[in-house]
T-cell receptor, first 114, second 115 residues
Framework: KAGVTQTPRYLIKTRGQQVTLSCSPI?????VSWYQQTPGQGLQFLFE???????NKGNFPGRFSGRQFSNSRSEMNVSTLELGDSALYLC???FGQGYGNTIYFGEGSWLTVV | AQSVAQPEDQVNVAEGNPLTVKCTYS??????LFWYVQYPNRGLQFLLK??????LVKGSYGFEAEFNKSQTSFHLKKPSALVSDSALYFC?????????????FGKGTRLHILP
């Protein structure tokens, strides 16, 4: 069974640009979560989608957005990139939402903003 | 709101010795607790979780964790450390019986196993 797939794995963007990251969950998983990982802040929750609806949102500015498609694949978008957005963006999927469902992570997308 | 603390940024253990990575949590109601491991330049891998039942949970790679409700702790343990256990370990918590509840992660503890 294929794991969570994230694309692209590495990318470099210029300040002010926008970026879209993609996530394909494990087959059969309907919940997708996104996290930002930085050395100083650790793992910060961005948002969670279940059945194409955003169920939870972390404390990030509106420049960070996401969506989920009918096949459970998800994308996140960051507009007007800032240097501080440089991070590893991790996508995780689970079969269901909450109730102790284990979430499984992809390898992440490394974003560098210059 | 729930929170999780990993009081040690780094833990050093000699190979073959037992290891403990500490985690304490704060949550209203009963918790679901998780441990994940991250190797360099990789995503997080699931190790084990506590949902209910036996306080001692066994997981992957010989790891186990003990749920202690009175001390609100969920420490990760292994009887004999391997050099290959060197990695970044994350503890996480969510609230039991809450469907719309996100999983919150600690800041991580870097484990160094010394040969």
């Amino acid at each position: 069974k294929a794991g969570v797939t994230q694309t692209p794995r590495y990318l470099i963007k210029t300040r002010g640009q926008q970026v879209t990251l993609s996530c394909s969950p494990i087959s059969g998983h309907r919940s997708v979560s996104w996290y930002q990982q930085t050395p100083g802040q650790g793992l910060q929750f961005l948002f969670e989608y279940f059945s194409e609806t955003q169920r939870n949102k972390g404390n990030f500015p509106g420049r960070f957005s996401g969506r989920q498609f009918s096949n459970s694949r998800s994308e996140m978008n960051v507009s007007t990139l800032e240097l501080g957005d440089s991070a590893l963006y991790l996508c995780a999927s689970s079969f269901g939402q909450g109730y102790g469902n284990t979430i499984y992570f992809g390898e992440g997308s490394w974003l560098t903003v210059v | 709101a729930q929170s999780v603390a990993q009081p040690e940024d780094q833990v050093n253990v000699a190979e073959g010795n037992p290891l403990t990575v500490k985690c304490t949590y704060s949550v209203s109601g009963n918790p679901y607790l998780f441990w994940y491991v991250q190797y360099p330049n990789r995503g997080l891998q699931f190790l084990l979780k506590y949902i209910t039942g036996d306080n001692l949970v066994k997981g992957s790679y010989g790891f186990e964790a003990e749920f202690n409700k009175s001390q609100t702790s969920f420490h990760l343990k292994k009887p004999s450390a391997l050099v290959s256990d060197s990695a970044l370990y994350f503890c996480a918590v969510s609230r039991a019986k809450e469907r719309d509840d996100k999983i919150i992660f600690g800041k991580g503890t870097r484990l160094h196993i010394l040969p």
